[in-house]
């Protein structure tokens, strides 16, 4: 049973096209999360949702659009790829911190988005 | 703003033998997380271990465990008896445990270990 998935793995695209990218939890988890890791393997929140609702938004290009239609998916919608955008995007999930105690956040594979 | 930072770009060990993966932070939260994660050349990310700000013992994980310094803004990780399979880009990362923004992490810039036989 895959915990945190995502769907496509590999996503080959042209410049100025649009492209989703899906993923899902079956973990029960509250928060999810895009991260984006570039060509020199930086890893950057992009966006977290809690129950469905947007809490964080790391000044991202408004061509990102996130869509949660329920606390297990949170998918990534992207307008007008730019060559920029080619990068791996990971789908992560957790439990909120109770008391002084963060969770760990479980990931799900990783989506390789190259733009042409 | 918080910060990590990683200054081993790259790490080699002998198998079998114990290694630190170096990690500072730079945060001004009274409380916080640090994490640990690895990246095999397949690409996922795998937690290794986690170590609170507030816990008075450093965390262990089976063969992981977190050299934690707070004085000094550091969590170094520690692989006991190297395996081949430990070769991976290993990361540290930090996330404030009160901020409104939960679990957001805040990643270093990676560190790559390499097992030799």
């Known amino acids: 049973d895959t915990a945190v998935s995502q769907t496509p793995k590999y996503l080959v695209t042209q410049m100025g096209n649009d492209k989703s990218i899906k993923c899902e939890q079956n973990?029960?988890?509250?928060?999810m999360y895009w991260y984006k890791q570039d060509s020199k393997k930086f890893l950057k929140i992009m966006f977290s949702y809690n129950n469905k609702e947007l809490i964080i938004n790391e000044t991202v290009p408004n061509r990102f659009s996130p869509k949660s239609p329920d606390k297990a998916h949170l998918n990534l919608h992207i307008n007008s790829l730019e060559l920029g955008d080619s990068a791996v995007y990971f789908c992560a999930s957790s439990t909120e911190p109770v008391g002084r105690r963060s969770y760990e956040q479980y990931f799900g594979p990783g989506t390789r988005l190259t733009v042409t | 703003a918080q910060k990590i930072t990683q200054t081993q770009p790259g790490m080699f060990v002998q198998e079998k033998e114990a290694v630190t993966l170096d990690c500072t932070y730079d945060t001004s939260d009274p409380s916080y997380g640090l994490f640990w994660y690895k990246q095999p050349s397949s690409g996922e990310m795998i937690f290794l271990i986690y170590?609170?700000?507030?816990?008075?013992q450093n965390a262990t994980e089976g063969r992981y465990s977190l050299n934690f310094q707070k004085a000094r803004k550091s969590a170094n990780l520690v692989i006991s008896a190297s395996q081949l399979g430990d070769s991976a880009m290993y990361f540290c990362a930090m996330t404030p445990e009160f901020s409104s923004n939960t679990g957001k992490l805040i990643f270093g810039q990676g560190t790559t270990l390499q097992v030799k036989p």
């Open positions: 973990l029960g988890h509250d928060t």
């Open positions: 170590q609170g700000s507030y816990d008075q």
